[in-house]
């Protein structure tokens, strides 16, 4: 992988994957077939969303990951041009299929998901090695848990700006990993399994748990339609979120860390870019597909409709 000669403001190491979405009228159980709306395709996975979400907020970004050798590739790659989003440390695995992920979202706008992580599998700690560059001079650093650990390690060890870790899916963390993290952005089940604990049912349980967490400056647990709870040592805040009526919440935690690290680049203080990423999830949840319903910062500022 190579490097970009200008430093990005935002670095996003993480998934690329095709979204396959389907409409429900609700959601199968277990051995049940029920029928869904003509299929759609999106560009998707974690890191490309939250990488879209940061640059269609203004924000300069640079992806590092990797992508099949095949068609969706040339999607994936044409979307993030389009956005703007830097390229130069996006690598392709040969041999390998791109990430793709399956979709069903209901007529309350709940969704399941099912991802096949294809060449984000393969991404290692030396490939975000040789992007280096682009991760060290960053302003801030995004990862989540779609690609493997030893390359999440990688990226937050090499951060030297601000990192923001979203531990998604969910699954232990490194105790090293998470004392270089500044804003860990776990929602309440992740939050759980990092800390060994059934899922939090109040602001207060979550409070408690995110102060169990060895290491993190802050946590910032995502509720959904409840907005987000900002722990940062001694203090906590609630932030509700507006009310909206939801087509489809895929995507929008992508979208709440992606607006996080545009503020923080802004140099917003922490509890004030929780409150911007509230307002651009919410908006998120109003239209379907990941990268297709995230706002711009002109929309974000507009009243939900």
């Known amino acids: 992988m190579s490097t970009v000669a200008r430093p990005p403001e935002v670095t996003v190491v993480g998934s690329l994957n095709v979204d396959h979405v389907l409409e429900v009228r609700r959601l199968p159980e ?15 996975g974690k890191g490309s969303n939250q990488a879209v979400a940061a640059a269609r907020l203004g924000r300069d970004v640079a992806i590092v990951g990797l992508v099949g050798d095949d068609h969706p590739a040339g999607v994936l790659r044409e979307t993030l041009r389009a956005e703007g989003v830097g390229q130069d440390a996006l690598g392709e695995s040969e041999g390998a299929r791109s990430g793709v992920a399956y979709i ?21 700690a030396d490939d975000v090695r040789a992007a280096g560059d682009v991760v060290r001079r960053a302003d801030v650093v995004v990862v989540q848990m779609e690609i493997p650990e030893d390359a999440v390690d990688e990226a937050v060890r090499l951060a030297e700006g601000t990192v923001v870790l979203n531990p998604a899916p969910a699954r232990p963390v ?36 995110a102060r169990s967490l060895d290491g993190p400056r802050a946590v910032v647990v995502t509720l959904g339609s409840d907005g987000a709870l900002l722990v940062d040592g001694d203090s906590h805040t609630h932030v509700p979120a507006s009310e909206v009526e939801v087509a489809d919440p895929t995507g929008a935690g992508d979208t709440f860390c992606g607006a996080l690290a545009d503020a923080l680049v802004r140099g917003t203080d922490t509890l004030d870019a929780v409150r911007w990423a509230v307002q651009a999830s919410a908006r998120a949840v109003t239209a379907l597909g990941a990268q297709a319903a995230m706002p711009t910062a002109e929309q974000v500022h507009s009243p939900p409709q």
């Open 30 to 44: 277990p051995g049940e077939t029920v029928l869904g709306s003509d299929l759609r395709e999106f560009a998707g």
């Open 104 to 124: 069903l979202v209901d007529e309350a706008g709940e969704n399941t998901v099912v991802v096949s992580p294809g060449a984000n599998a393969r991404l290692t």
């Open 174 to 209: 490194d105790q090293e990993t998470l004392r270089q993290v500044d804003v860990l952005v776990p929602n309440r089940s992740e939050l759980g399994v990092l800390a060994g604990a059934p899922e939090p049912r109040t602001i207060d349980e979550a409070t408690e748990l």
